[in-house]
């Protein structure tokens, strides 16, 4: 498996892979960069088809984070950690302690969190290792917990923004929403969406979280396969990455595509396909911010639940920003928060 010849590898400061005999874990933490501070990120618990599939996971996922923590103004670096599930290892309080240890080993260079697969009961195991870990259950109005309802909103917030850009409407009053994934973040949204007076079409691969949302929100369910072409004014992936590509795109009959999910762009030329069809697409680690704005209130402490609404209530306004320039200059809204993170980063170093 080639490392410093893989095509997502970035310069990253540094990778760490971790084993544990007895727990069975097997995990990669990739810490992509420390300019702004600690290397900040959640931990992915997923069953990879390879362990090359796992580096690209982690490689992708903690540049993500750098550009992510830059554009939404927080003293971190960007890292990531992600576990390779495999059935040997079930989750257990041990496999998160090994885990918790592996952490504990960077010295505080990297900081972790929730990701996929991974719940506040798994941090606390981490806790018992560590101090470098955040999204611990949450005690009265601290900021704290599980950080997946601050995505939610902020999400949430993003759409109107990108509905208000593209297709010049006030609210979601009447609009239709396809959600892809309503896990975690995609059952919030959806009921924030429903309030807000949207239609909602959701798919999902897991029944109980289909059938856990259709239990508190109205909403049509449809095949994951015909999701992202759905007659839908928005799509909003909220499940995995890599959804959006020359083969999806051409198919899409949204106008808008705004969502949850990391890495939903497969390639970068993607984000060109998009704007060459007019389709407006909300950066994801811009509009996905939420949830690590959240987690570093609750990491830097003192903070208030008040304090993260002001915060997340600040991504509508970075989205205007790139949608603005990006109407401007022509150029796709993913080059263009790109730069804009770019532009953070070489700021913050000096
Ligand atoms: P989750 O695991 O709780 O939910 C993901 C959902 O997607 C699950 O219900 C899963 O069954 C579903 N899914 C998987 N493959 C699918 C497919 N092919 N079609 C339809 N549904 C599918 O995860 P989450 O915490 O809700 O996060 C969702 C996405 O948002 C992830 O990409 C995550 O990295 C990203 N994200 C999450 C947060 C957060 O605060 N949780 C923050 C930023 C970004």
Same mark, same amino acid.
């Given at each position: 498996m080639g490392v410093?010849?893989?095509?997502?590898?970035?310069?990253?400061?540094? =990778?760490?892979?971790?084993?544990?005999?007895?727990?069975?874990?097997?995990?990669?933490?990739?810490?992509?960069?420390?300019?702004?501070?600690?290397?900040?990120?959640?931990?992915?618990?997923?069953?990879?088809?390879?362990?090359?599939?796992?580096?690209?996971?982690?490689?992708?996922?903690?540049r993500g984070m750098t550009y992510k923590n830059a554009v939404a103004e927080l003293p971190f670096g960007g890292g990531k950690a992600v576990i390779l599930a495999n059935n040997a290892a079930p989750k257990s309080p041990e496999l998160f302690s090994a885990l918790g240890r592996a952490v504990a080993s960077l010295g505080g260079r990297y900081i972790t969190a929730e990701d996929v697969g991974v719940s506040v009961e798994d941090m606390r195991h981490v806790q018992q290792q560590t101090e470098f870990v955040s999204g611990l259950p949450q005690s009265g109005t601290n900021a704290g917990g599980d950080p997946s309802p601050w995505t939610a909103v902020g999400v949430f917030l993003g759409i109107q923004a990108a509905v208000k850009s593209r297709l010049n409407l006030d609210s979601c009053e009447g609009l239709t929403v396809a959600v892809q994934g309503v896990g975690h973040v995609g059952g919030h949204l959806c009921r924030l969406l429903h309030e807000a007076g949207a239609k909602l079409l959701v798919a999902d691969v897991n029944r109980d979280n289909l059938k856990s949302v259709g239990e508190k929100t109205p909403v049509k369910v449809i095949?994951?396969?015909?999701?992202?072409?759905?007659?839908?004014?928005?799509?909003?992936?909220?499940?995995?990455?890599?959804?959006?590509?020359?083969?999806?795109?051409?198919?899409?009959?949204?106008?808008?595509?705004?969502?949850a999910a990391n890495n939903q762009l497969s390639t970068e030329a993607d984000g060109a396909r998009l704007t060459e069809r007019e389709i407006l697409y909300a950066p994801d680690y811009v509009i996905n911010a939420g949830g690590i704005i959240s987690v570093s209130h609750e990491y830097l402490g003192k903070s208030?639940?008040?304090?993260?609404?002001?915060d997340v209530a600040k991504i509508p306004q970075?989205?205007? =920003?790139?949608?603005?320039?990006s109407k401007k200059t022509g150029r796709p809204t993913n080059e263009v928060a790109d730069k804009l993170a770019r532009r953070i980063i070489a700021a913050g170093k000096k």
């Open positions: 410093f010849d893989h095509h997502e590898f970035d310069d990253h400061e540094s =990778l760490h892979f971790f084993s544990d005999k007895a727990t069975g874990l097997q995990a990669i933490i990739a810490i992509h960069s420390t300019a702004l501070g600690p290397a900040a990120g959640g931990c992915r618990r997923w069953m990879y088809s390879s362990n090359t599939d796992a580096l690209t996971d982690a490689l992708r996922l903690s095949a994951p396969s015909e999701i992202l072409y759905a007659d839908a004014d928005v799509i909003a992936p909220c499940a995995l990455g890599n959804v959006l590509s020359s083969a999806t795109i051409s198919r899409i009959k949204a106008k808008v595509i705004a969502g208030s639940e008040d304090q993260v609404r002001n970075r989205l205007d =920003l790139i949608f603005a320039e």
